[in-house]
């Protein structure tokens, strides 16, 4: 009796395209209809377009975002910054907190291939990948690098090699350079390499629920999540990705090591207590590079106290709302990118929102 043969296994080498929608879960638990809504027609109206006109596939739906494959990196490359741009257009009237942004993720890798998805190394990295990329923007491994570089008409940074999760090796990763006066610093932070955070790099560590109430970390999960795309927001700063920001959730870290596990400059963590319509944060930023030299690690270079602060701005002559500090925190940020790297913490401290307190070394 002749034993048949196993079914042969379909195996492709493609260009993998991951990509999801920043903050999500904010936007759906704000208004899920209408995030819902938008989203459809922003795939509708601007990606699937994009990725049909540059020959890719889309294989399948993920719920807040999608996997595609190309033939070419070239073509990947170019159906994002087609998708990306116009993306950016259809949501530019809309408030920023409401406004939907693909990160997304581009890899080549030998695939298998079934009729409605793939599976392998190749597109677990891409997927990793998009994690790491900040909204409106791309990252794409070295191999899609390689065969990107000098063609698709864009500049990308070098980010130096990133641990992913789930991922042995780690992969070399470079990120997209928007067009804007801050394109110039980043490519020069990109020429240092790895062991030289870029100046205006940032990773918001998931903040502490104080308020002994384990329900209440969707809130202060949500927290996090929100400064991190303010803080993204503001041209020519750098920030961390949400899904790599909470792979530290839990844990007891060394600030000194986040900075070099990351590659970035600042830390900013810190803890929320609610209770009611009261909110109380407590937010502290760490300069982990020059920690060991100015401050024991463990002492960040500011902190400050918001108390009384109601999360839907009821008091408002007497107390700011929950957004208000936010677009405090954004001015803030972005008066302290334009300060001397001497001078930053002093700066910082100037900038930021009234009552302050600047820690001396001890």
């Not at 080549?108 to 790491?132: C, Q, T, Y």
């Not at 982990?288 to 002492?299: E, I, Q, T, Y």
């Not at 001078?343 to 900038?351: E, F, G, T, Y």
Request: charged share 25%.
């Amino acid at each position: 009796m002749v034993q048949e043969r196993p079914p042969r296994i379909e195996r492709r080498l493609s260009a993998i395209l991951a990509a999801d929608v920043a903050g999500y879960s904010r936007l759906m638990h704000h208004d899920e209809e209408a995030t819902h809504a938008k989203l459809r027609a922003l795939l509708m109206e601007a990606v699937y377009p994009a990725i049909a006109e540059h020959g890719g596939r889309i294989v399948k739906n993920t719920g807040d975002g999608f996997l595609a494959e190309f033939a070419s990196a070239v073509e990947a490359v170019r159906a994002v910054m087609q998708f990306q741009t116009r993306t950016h257009e259809l949501t530019i009237d809309e408030a920023e907190d409401n406004r939907i942004a693909f990160r997304v993720g581009i890899n080549i890798g030998d695939v298998i291939v079934e009729p409605h998805d793939i599976f392998g190394d190749g597109v677990n990295i891409a997927a990793r990948l998009e994690g790491i990329a900040e909204p409106g923007g791309i990252c794409i491994s070295s191999s899609a690098y390689d065969h990107v570089r000098g063609k698709a008409g864009i500049e990308f940074a070098d980010l130096g090699e990133q641990n992913l999760k789930n991922i042995t090796l780690p992969v070399r990763t470079y990120a997209l350079v928007r067009d804007g006066p801050s394109s110039a610093t980043e490519v020069e932070c990109a020429r240092q390499g790895p062991l030289s955070p870029p100046r205006l790099s940032i990773v918001v560590l998931p903040f502490a629920n104080l308020s002994g109430d384990p329900k209440q970390d969707y809130f202060v999960d949500g927290v996090t999540e929100s400064l991190t795309t303010d803080l993204s927001r503001i041209g020519g700063t750098f920030v961390i990705a949400r899904n790599t920001a909470f792979s530290y959730k839990g844990r007891s870290v060394d600030v000194r090591q986040v900075g070099r596990e990351l590659n970035i400059r600042y830390v900013l963590e810190g803890s929320v207590q609610r209770s009611g319509n009261r909110l109380d944060a407590r937010p502290h930023v760490y300069d982990p590079p020059h920690a060991a030299a100015k401050r024991p690690s463990n002492l960040p270079s500011w902190r400050q106290t918001y108390s009384g602060c109601y999360v839907h701005g009821r008091r408002a002559g007497r107390v700011m709302s929950l957004r208000g500090h936010k677009r405090r925190w954004r001015r803030a940020w972005t008066g302290f990118r334009f300060a001397s790297t001497s001078r930053q913490d002093n700066r910082l401290s100037a900038v930021l929102l009234g009552g302050q307190k600047r820690l001396s070394p001890t």
